[in-house]
């Protein structure tokens, strides 16, 4: 599967990313994908080591001549996420990525994620330690498991473990860019047993669907005015409550780190009412595209009967507490940055959404650049949900990463870049999870930049990346490892 790989340059690289979309890696399954790569370090000769967590190590030693060198860790996540279009069948922990190139010359999968999210980071650390024409100092690869879940791998990551003073994550998705600062987060879990009644003979059951939209990533493409599936199904839910509607069950989203593109709810409602409700649905669908229009234009909104009547729903009072509850819920852009001008600083993804026999669940993920306002909202969710009488915690919390901008390593990072391709990096803080705030907390003497190629609708299946710049990110990557060990 997916030999073309094997034709595109830099071809070390994309050797690397052959194997990886060929062995199902979603979070949580990584372990078949770690086995692979410890077979092949022994293939090699390298050292390599696992943690508690089950994190992988893999090591190199220094070019002779260069064992005085600075330690160099080059860091990536094994895990990616699990998204297909819903007319896709796809089991992400069996099914190979199939993938196949574009004329306009991006990579791109069929009809799922493509995983260059951290895929290609990954697949050119790999290509670094077999790389012997490479002048080095003393390497170490770190691998981390389940980035996009939870950010188990970096919150469980082994102290005293890692030897290198300077890390290099390869988990960034612009050309032309290098990041020094992030976003910090959390999970905020809401569960609630909500009360159900007997149907009545004069209701009927109606399937709400709202499919289409674009998704994407929830920290990079926050701002973007795009819709979220969870936050227009329940705006729709809320508009039909005049004609008595009552919910049954609700699946919307998939992953907190994914813009939600689509959502369902099953609803009844007294069949007297059903015309004005279809009617009233077709207006909420063009008003809907026109708002999100030249942002997210595929927006498909639909009322249709059920063959199969249910036989219980929400009473009509839990049902109305909980979608006033769910449309009030912070959703998007919360802050923009004032300490950095054109990067959001707080938000909140409605991530996932489900209800299923009066039992409520929801996962959002809150991201800030200000940890102080990551537990503020999280609270904020804990204070309204409390008042339809559901629980909430806090899980999987991270904190940000603090910015450098007089870090040596990314001074040599920008006259590199300056000299190979004749312009300077923008240097950036990005809306989005990285692991380096976490690795920092756990190892403060380390000094961390973020780069990687040019990388478009991550954590959806329209994920691709841009080829050439892929070869740019690889040769740059090279240049950086040698200059370090070359003083």
């Avoid at 498991?145 to 970096?154: F, I, V």
């Avoid at 923009?336 to 409520?360: D, K």
């Amino acid at each position: 599967m997916n030999a073309h790989l094997e034709q595109l340059s830099p071809r070390p690289l994309w050797h690397h990313f052959r194997t990886l979309c060929n062995t199902p890696r979603p979070s949580g399954h990584e372990a078949a994908l770690v086995v692979i790569l410890e077979r092949w370090a022994d293939t090699l000769g390298l050292a390599h080591d696992r943690d508690a967590f089950g994190n992988l190590r893999i090591r190199k030693a220094a070019t002779p001549g260069f064992e005085s060198a600075p330690g160099v860790i080059l860091q990536g996540h094994l895990d990616m996420v699990a998204q297909a279009n819903a007319d896709h069948p796809h089991d992400f922990t069996r099914d190979p990525i199939e993938t196949r190139v574009g004329e306009d010359g991006w990579l791109r999968a069929c009809d799922t994620t493509l995983g260059a999210d951290n895929g290609l980071g990954v697949a050119a650390a790999l290509a670094i330690l077999e790389d012997e024409t490479l002048v080095h100092g003393p390497l170490e690869a770190l691998f981390t498991l389940e980035e996009e879940s939870s950010m188990g791998g970096a919150l469980n990551l082994a102290e005293g473990w890692l030897e290198g003073h300077l890390l290099l994550n390869l988990d960034s998705e612009d050309r032309g860019q290098v990041y020094i600062g992030c976003a910090g987060g959390a999970d905020v879990i809401v569960e609630a047993q909500l009360p159900t009644a007997p149907l009545v003979d004069h209701e009927v059951a109606l399937r709400l669907s709202l499919t289409g939209l674009s998704g994407g990533h929830s920290g990079i493409d926050i701002h973007n005015g795009r819709g979220n599936a969870n936050r227009l199904l329940v705006r729709v839910l809320r508009a039909l409550e005049p004609f008595g509607a009552r919910l049954v069950d609700y699946h919307g989203g998939t992953l907190r780190n994914a813009l939600p593109r689509e959502a369902f709810a099953t609803l009844v409602l007294p069949g007297d009412e059903q015309a004005s409700a279809s009617e009233r649905v077709a207006v909420l669908q063009e008003e809907l595209r026109a708002e999100l229009a030249g942002v997210d234009e595929g927006l498909t909104l639909t009322l249709s009967p059920l063959e199969v009547r249910p036989t219980e729903a929400l009473t009509e009072h839990a049902s109305q507490l909980l979608v006033r509850a769910l449309h009030v819920a912070p959703c998007g852009v919360e802050r923009m940055s004032v300490a950095v001008p054109g990067v959001v600083e707080t938000s909140n993804n409605l991530g996932v959404v489900s209800l299923e026999g009066g039992r409520f669940h929801l996962c959002a993920l809150v991201r800030s650049l200000r940890d102080s306002a990551t537990e503020d909202l999280a609270d904020r969710f804990r204070a309204l949900f409390e008042l339809i009488g559901a629980r909430t915690r806090v899980e999987n919390a991270y904190p940000g990463w603090t910015p450098n901008p007089d870090s040596p390593l990314l001074a040599r990072f920008c006259r590199l870049h300056r000299e190979r391709l004749g312009s300077d990096p923008e240097v950036k803080v990005i809306h989005a999870g990285l692991e380096c705030g976490i690795l920092g907390g756990k190892y403060p003497q380390l000094d961390m930049i973020s780069f990687g190629p040019l990388i478009r609708g991550a954590h959806s299946p329209d994920e691709r990346v841009e080829l050439t710049s892929v070869a740019e990110f690889w040769e740059l990557l090279r240049a950086l490892i040698e200059d370090l060990a070359r003083g």
